[in-house]
């Protein structure tokens, strides 16, 4: 698999169950939402915005693509809704096949612009390790078929050396969008 053939796949609107250990807390959170996934041109505002951020020419890109989610956790009982948007840029590496950085306006472990590294297992699932101000995360993510995904992410502290929290998601894909 590559960041084409992965974005290709994930576009849709997603059902999403997760459970996430904060284990700073020692709290249990389930979290059920909508994600939809959106492919979004090269010349899109906000894309191009990004690009300027990073410094990267926006012919080096591909794929890139917009999440939005909005749901319900368990968390906070006072504000147990979770929603929020992201645009993610991918910026395959010219020379290493099934690698690159992935830019988006804002982080999962931070809500900061981020650049994370990606690539891909021979099993074809996606890793991206991104480095914060504050904390660090790693998700990866992989099909179990077209319509059924896995997602497993740590929130680790900024070194690296102790983890945080630790979920498990798994997402289906209710619609394609268009």
């Not at 899109?44 to 693509?65: G, M, R």
């Not at 645009?87 to 395959?92: G, K, T």
């Amino acid at each position: 698999m590559d960041i084409i053939q992965f974005v290709e796949q994930s576009i849709g609107q997603w059902r999403s169950q997760r459970s996430a250990h904060h284990l700073a807390f020692s709290h249990f959170e389930a979290v059920q939402s909508i994600i939809d996934i959106d492919m979004l041109s090269s010349d899109n505002p906000a894309v191009v915005e990004l690009c300027q951020a990073y410094n990267v020419d926006p012919d080096l890109i591909a794929s890139p693509f917009q999440m939005k989610w909005a749901g319900q956790s368990d968390w906070d009982e006072d504000n147990p809704e979770v929603k929020g948007s992201t645009i993610l840029v991918p910026v395959p590496d010219p020379v290493i096949p099934n690698r690159g950085k992935l830019l988006r306006d804002q982080g999962y472990a931070e809500t900061i612009a981020a650049a994370g590294d990606y690539h891909f297992l021979d099993d074809g699932t996606f890793v991206l390790i991104t480095a914060y101000d504050n904390a660090a995360a790693e998700e990866r993510i992989w099909f179990a078929n077209p319509n059924l995904r896995f997602r497993v992410s740590l929130i680790k502290t900024s070194a690296g050396s102790g983890v945080v929290t630790a979920s498990f998601s798994s997402e289906i894909r209710s619609s394609l969008n268009n």
